[in-house]
């Protein structure tokens, strides 16, 4: 049964950092990973689709990275900003229908 | 802006009552699926429908039950509402390639999401 980890649960940064924040999953038979931002009380927003083929996605200050065979894969954020103050989430999806989620990483940049 | 609206925004019932949550999902998009978020938790599969049929189910009951109609619209109904059905509903819509129901490679479009409490 496939669960997915996220490391660290919250995170408290000031301003201008660079920070990683790390999700894991159990089985390695993934066909793809996405990340997610979720605000308060709001639905989610993609923000990386990384397909199983593929090592690592970008996008503006954000990049993800997945290594299948170890399980793992990280969202480095670059330059943090107030604005990037959410909870970020990834799924996993497995060729089948669902994806599984992670309980995600609440992210603070203080100003 | 995902393209994928769904209302009501909050809703507040009471246990026992039924509830009906709706969806609307990107025009062209033939696959929904539902998925319930509890306060702290990520989101949950419920189920997913595939060309107005159900196409997969997660570990919920059967008074969890769904609708996906022909104008990308869809339907998440609960009845005998409990207590711990308190949660954000999710909808994704996505277009899956016709004839194959692997999405693995497809982008799921998020709506919003309903707030349900059950009092």
């Known amino acids: 049964k496939q669960e997915v980890t996220q490391i660290p649960a919250a995170l408290s940064v000031p301003e201008g950092e660079n920070l990683v924040l790390n999700c894991s999953f159990t089985?390695?038979?993934?066909?793809?990973l996405q990340w997610f931002r979720q605000d308060p009380g709001k639905g989610l927003t993609s923000l990386l689709l990384i397909q199983s083929s593929q090592r690592e996605q970008t996008s503006g200050r954000l990049n993800a990275s997945l290594d299948k065979s170890s399980g793992r894969s990280t969202l480095y954020i670059a330059a943090s900003q107030p604005g990037d103050s959410a909870t970020y989430l990834c799924?996993?999806?497995?060729?089948?229908?669902?994806?599984?989620f992670g309980t995600g990483t609440r992210l603070k940049v203080l100003a | 802006e995902t393209g994928v609206t769904q209302s009501p925004t909050h809703l507040i019932k009471t246990r026992g009552q039924q509830v009906t949550l709706r969806c609307s999902s990107q025009?062209?998009?033939?696959?929904v699926s539902w998925y319930q978020q509890a306060l702290g938790q990520g989101p949950q599969f419920i189920f997913q429908y595939y060309r107005e049929e159900e196409n997969g189910r997660g570990n919920f009951p059967p008074r969890f039950s769904g609708l996906q109609f022909p104008n990308y619209s869809s339907e998440l109904n609960v009845n005998a509402l409990e207590l711990d059905d308190s949660a954000l509903y999710l909808c994704?819509?996505?277009?899956?390639?016709?004839?194959?129901?692997?999405?693995?490679?497809?982008?799921?479009?998020f709506g919003a999401g309903t707030r349900l409490s059950v009092l």
């Open positions: 089985d390695s038979a993934i066909y793809n």
């Open positions: 994704a819509s996505t277009l899956a390639p016709t004839g194959a129901l692997r999405l693995a490679k497809n982008i799921q479009y």
């Open positions: 799924a996993v999806t497995s060729g089948t229908y669902k994806y599984i």
């Open positions: 025009s062209g998009h033939n696959t």
